[in-house]
């Protein structure tokens, strides 16, 4: 707004010598026209010299209607300064050393005193109402002494007065920057608003809403805080829908296969032999269906918010060892190691259930997918990043690695990558979804990478608490 106040200033002053326009009053309270009198402008200033330019042309033009005088006469003289008014609307007075009059316009009364004041050389000026006048002396062929006086208007640019444009200026800016700010101010307060407000819909507030603060307005903003409430409402509503599904599925699953581990404790007392195969095979996937449920309706409470987390400083390095110590149990089976490579000594102020869960998610994850008589790396490491300290856990199997377009997906709930991970395994598909919604509750972040050469490194940053 500043440069175009500026530009329009310009362009109104500039195009001010046109002899159809007239100086708007706006622009009377910038432009101070030049005091009356005999006009000092300091040598080697724009004005000052573009006056003096001025002066040597006008000279130029006087000495040749001198020389047109002193040849043809005064008719001549005049039908040579009659062409030269009408072209360049410059009036000429030219005057002997007597100072009569060789041309026939009457000198202005304004400029009688420049004869008086004239210097021997050079130029002098003068303003007077509209116009400036100028004085020079020049010496004819014959070595004759001339005065030559002009008059043109003051209204061209380059002859005002700028001595205070700067101060004016300031104000013009100071107001115009008054308005603009209100404006600015005006129309980004409600969109910083809608900004924090979408910020906080994707960090998982689902309640945020902005209608309330846009109720005075009735503009564009308005309804696009409206439009922002419609879709925040809608999306509370599909999760809501989507985590009530999920809690009631695990809640109705869990009761008939109540039923049906009580149905096997009944069938094995009047069954036969060849019957107990099958009973324990009933119960061997009646409990990977309980476990499957388990997981589900943790996720749930996760994704929900409703786990309540008990906060308390958890020593992460015993916590890592005692879990790599089981994995490496359990791994044995497969001739398979979990070794704990480094362990630095930090604690994570944290709910030490959801956390062992986290860790152990991942440390079975790489135990299932490990290529057999391979050893499974673990690292614990306390970072400083930037003025805070970060735990951070780094768990690396040798198994086949995933696609790099599906790192981030192995996060989300019963993915899975091919044939490589899947039932066959083992795997349901939540431990690593559990684990994500575990660490984000404590403020962390989980991510995946493929290792060159081979393997899956899972990697879980938790702030560390202050030692």
């Not at 130029?60 to 030269?84: F, M, N, S």
């Not at 007077?128 to 010496?139: K, P, R, V």
């Not at 490990?370 to 856990?393: D, H, M, P, Q, Y």
Request: net charge neutral; proline share 4%.
């Amino acid at each position: 707004m500043a440069a175009i106040s500026f530009a329009s200033l310009i362009a109104a002053v500039a195009t001010e010598s046109h002899p159809l326009s007239s100086l708007p009053p706006w622009l009377r309270l910038v432009v101070r026209p030049p005091t009356e009198g005999h006009v000092n402008l300091k040598a080697g200033s724009f004005p000052g010299h573009w006056i003096n330019v001025v002066g040597n042309s006008i000279g130029l033009t006087g000495q040749t209607a001198v020389e047109i005088y002193e040849r043809a006469g005064k008719k001549a003289l005049a039908d040579y300064v009659t062409d030269i008014e009408d072209t360049v609307r410059i009036h000429f007075f030219l005057f002997d050393e007597q100072m009569d009059r060789l041309t026939k316009s009457p000198l202005p009364a304004e400029a009688n005193d420049l004869t008086a004041r004239l210097p021997s050389n050079g130029l002098d000026y003068k303003r007077s109402g509209e116009y400036i006048f100028t004085a020079q002396q020049l010496t004819g062929p014959s070595g004759k002494k001339y005065t030559l006086i002009t008059s043109f208007s003051a209204r061209h640019f380059l002859t005002r007065d700028y001595s205070n444009l700067a101060v004016r200026l300031f104000f013009i800016f100071i107001t115009a920057g008054g308005v603009c700010y209100w404006l600015a101010k005006y129309i980004a307060t409600p969109i910083s608003k809608l900004g924090a407000a979408a910020r906080r819909l994707a960090d998982g507030d689902l309640k945020v809403r902005v209608g309330a603060g846009f109720s005075r307005r009735h503009d564009e903003i308005a309804e696009l805080g409206m439009d922002f409430d419609l879709m925040a409402e809608r999306i509370e509503s599909l999760i809501n829908s989507q985590k009530r599904l999920l809690r009631d599925i695990s809640h109705e699953f869990r009761s008939p296969l109540t039923r049906l581990t009580l149905a096997l404790e009944i069938a094995r007392r009047s069954e036969n032999e060849e019957a107990f195969k099958a009973l324990d095979r009933i119960e061997l996937e009646a409990g990977r269906l309980n476990a499957l449920i388990g997981k589900l309706l943790v996720l749930s409470r996760l994704e929900s918010g409703a786990e309540e987390l008990e906060k308390a400083p958890v020593n992460m390095a015993e916590l890592v060892e005692e879990l790599a110590a089981d994995a490496d149990f359990e791994a044995r089976g497969r001739n398979c190691r979990v070794r704990v490579v480094s362990a630095d000594n930090c604690s994570v102020l944290g709910n030490s259930e959801l956390l062992r869960s986290a860790v152990e998610n991942v440390l079975r994850n790489a135990v299932r997918h490990t290529a057999e008589n391979t050893e499974i790396s673990v690292f614990l490491r306390c970072k400083k990043n930037g003025g805070s300290n970060r735990a951070v856990i780094e768990i690396c199997d040798k198994g086949p690695g995933v696609p790099a377009e599906a790192l981030s997906d192995i996060f989300d709930p019963f993915y899975r990558v091919g044939d490589a991970r899947d039932r066959k395994r083992g795997g349901t598909g939540l431990g690593l979804a559990i684990t994500q919604r575990a660490v984000e509750l404590h403020n962390g972040r989980v991510w995946a990478a493929n290792i060159l050469g081979g393997g899956l490194n899972i990697t879980i940053e938790l702030p560390a608490a202050k030692t």
